[in-house]
């Protein structure tokens, strides 16, 4: 069964507005951990905002915010003013499972990706 | 502090030649991973170690093997390379830092194999 479902294969905004990308996950535990990746057309994977499943606030990180909503399982990322330089793929990404005597299992399940592309 | 770094950043492989591909870290992180992507998909694990010590299968272990060398190196050796296999890897560390969880990923090594 898909953990990670991203439903958006592209999406479009224009320069400076705001845009909304969407992520689902299923998982029966009580610990995990939302990600938002962006993979430029370069390659890398840069990481963007992390959210932890007991955190109470949602994450921000400059222009990104994570709107989590965790009884309908969902992880959207939003970024407010978009610039041409956020044209990229995003990936939602889920660690599941607690963390053991210290030491993270940060094993990650990806989703599919949506490609973003920002208009002048 | 370069972060994760990979080498080498791009290989061409004939069937059934072998190769290691290398991965350090200087971020002090304990736990390490490698990840294929395959086109117009997300990446999907291949082994982890979570500590130095330790490796454990991920979700597409078959035809690799893994080193976790000491707490910066983790290498990914194919011993037989089979076309499937051709695929961009990413290696990545991890660590609970004062509250924060951090992932990053190396630049990647785009794999051909012909």
Known sequence: AQKITQTQPGMFVQEKEAVTLDCT???????????????????????????????????TEGRYSLNFQKARKSAN???????????????CAMREGPNAGGTSYGKLTFGQGTILTVHP | NAGVTQTPKFQVLKTGQSMTLQCAQDMN???MYWYRQDPGMGLRLIYYSASEGTTDKGEVPNGYNVSR???????????????????????????WVDSNYEQYFGPGTRLTVT
């Open chain 1, 25 to 59: 996950y299923d998982t029966s535990d009580q610990s995990y951990g939302l990600f938002w990746y962006k993979q430029p057309s370069s390659g890398e994977m840069i990481f963007l905002i992390y959210q932890g499943s007991y955190d109470e606030q949602n994450a």
């Open chain 1, 77 to 91: 990322l939003v970024i407010s003013a978009s610039q041409l330089g956020d044209s990229a793929m995003y990936f």
């Open chain 2, 29 to 31: 992180h304990n736990s």
């Open chain 2, 69 to 95: 060398l000491n707490k910066r190196e983790f290498s990914l050796r194919l011993e037989s390379a089979a076309p499937s296999q051709t695929s961009v890897y990413f290696c990545a560390s991890s660590e």
